[in-house]
């Protein structure tokens, strides 16, 4: 139902974008039908409706460099038992996408509510358009935004993926969702996207098994990043849901747009704008790796937390952690190790403990390497202090380093800072020093 909503927002752009006033049946019988169904090879599949024809997957499998054949009457009949059904049955999910079954029991119904909602035939139109507009992100879970600029983009990618169907015999087909989110990553990217060729950068689709190509799926990391850098909106509210054999609705998340752009300012900021442009797909790659897309989701928003890199947890105390290794990164692991502290920096939410890790993380250095007598009993105080699980424990392995040092001052300031810290905190905080502390040790020798 959700899906008619959409679609209902888009038609609404797109008749004020051309300054015109088409109804919901004319976009779906002038535009949406010739563009989506009225070939061989569809752009996205029909589900139990009469637009789909179960012949033409199974020949698009078997005939090596050929175009599914289907005549233009049977392409017609498609389409007129499609109307028939859109004027004279009760609305249901065989031909309204995304609207209950016949019987609300079966594993394919989806959208139920319980609230008593008078629909119309535009909502029928109106749910195939929207259904469209959906982004099909790693793990097969779609995302429809129901914002007017991003539709409209979606919808402007439209014609390529047509062409790009109409072009390769053994792309398969049924990709819309897929391309959508290729679409709008690559037209965010302002770096590469020229508006006058607009096809420029985008990869040719990959091998299916022996025979077919596909378009491969984009991460959520990707498309949300890419929408998040393009729009100053505080907040997207985006309906996550998948449709199949059985469907599965996530339900409505939030998108908490300032949060998924501030590990990508901080990055720059830090490590300067060439640094970021220079490394930024390795950087992408890495947030959001370590929980899944439908994980993240669980949580209730997706925001900074969502996009833990995979593999910081080994670094963290109370995993069982192993210190950064500096000595032996090479270039990828430095773009790892300072996505990692990045995050954590974003984590806490407190820039200026960016300077203040660095800081003790020296005078953690410079104490471990003091007097040579006592070198080993620093190097025990040293450890025991970076393996800190708790704030109390976090403080009482400073005070050895604070009586023993010939900086107490920022010492005394760290300790002060972590005691009013919420406790969640200071595992982020200390891992940041690990992380400054290894970097510096390296330097040092």
Request: hydrophobic letters at 35%.
């Amino acid at each position: 139902m959700f899906t008619s909503v959409v679609g209902n927002t888009f038609l609404k752009a797109y008749n004020e974008k051309n300054k015109i006033n088409i109804i919901a049946k004319q976009f779906f019988d002038q535009i949406f039908l010739p563009l989506f169904f009225d070939h061989n090879k569809y752009m996205m599949t029909a589900g139990n409706s009469p637009l789909e024809n179960p012949k033409l997957p199974k020949c698009e499998k078997t005939i090596k460099g050929v175009i599914p054949f289907e005549s233009v009457e049977a392409r017609r009949n498609r389409i007129i038992k499609m109307a028939d059904k859109i004027e004279n049955y009760p609305i249901d999910a065989s031909f309204a996408v995304g609207y209950p079954t016949a019987n609300e029991t079966f594993g394919n119904t989806g959208q139920i509510t319980s609230m008593n909602i008078a629909h119309t035939k535009d909502d029928i139109y109106f749910s195939w358009i929207g259904a469209a507009l959906g982004i099909c992100v790693q793990g097969g879970d779609n995302i429809l935004f129901n914002d007017p600029k991003i539709l409209m983009d979606i919808y402007s990618g439209w014609i390529y993926y047509r062409n790009y169907l109409n072009y390769y015999p053994l792309l398969r087909g049924n990709q819309i969702n897929t391309w959508n989110g290729i679409w709008l990553c690559h037209i965010y990217d302002h770096r590469k996207y020229d508006k006058d060729n607009p096809m420029y950068g985008i990869d040719d689709p990959v091998k299916s098994g022996k025979e077919l190509l596909e378009f491969p799926t984009v991460s959520w990391v990707n498309v949300v990043t890419k929408i998040s850098q393009m729009s100053n909106s505080s907040q997207y509210l985006g309906y996550v849901y998948n449709i199949g054999k059985t469907n599965t609705t996530i339900g409505f998340i939030p998108f908490e747009l300032p949060q998924i752009r501030k590990p990508y300012e901080l990055y720059r900021k830090i490590f300067g704008d060439n640094v970021y442009l220079k490394d930024e797909m390795k950087i992408i790659k890495l947030f959001g790796g370590e929980v899944g897309f439908q994980t993240a989701c669980q949580k209730g928003a997706i925001g900074i937390e969502a996009l833990e890199p995979k593999g910081l947890r080994a670094y963290m105390p109370g995993y069982k952690s192993k210190m950064p290794d500096y000595r032996r990164a090479d270039e990828d692991q430095v773009i790892t190790f300072n996505t990692y502290k990045i995050w954590v920096l974003a984590m806490l939410n407190y820039e200026e403990l960016w300077g203040k890790s660095h800081q003790i993380a020296k005078i953690l250095v410079d104490f471990k390497s003091g007097a040579e007598q006592a070198r080993t009993d620093r190097k025990k105080i040293v450890e025991n202090f970076l393996e800190s699980s708790t704030k109390r424990s976090f403080i009482e392995n400073l005070v050895p380093i604070l009586e023993n040092t010939m900086e107490p001052r920022p010492v005394y300031e760290i300790a002060e800072i972590v005691n009013k810290m919420p406790g969640e905190d200071v595992k982020y905080f200390l891992t940041l020093i690990r992380f400054q502390y290894a970097e510096v040790g390296k330097e040092s020798h």
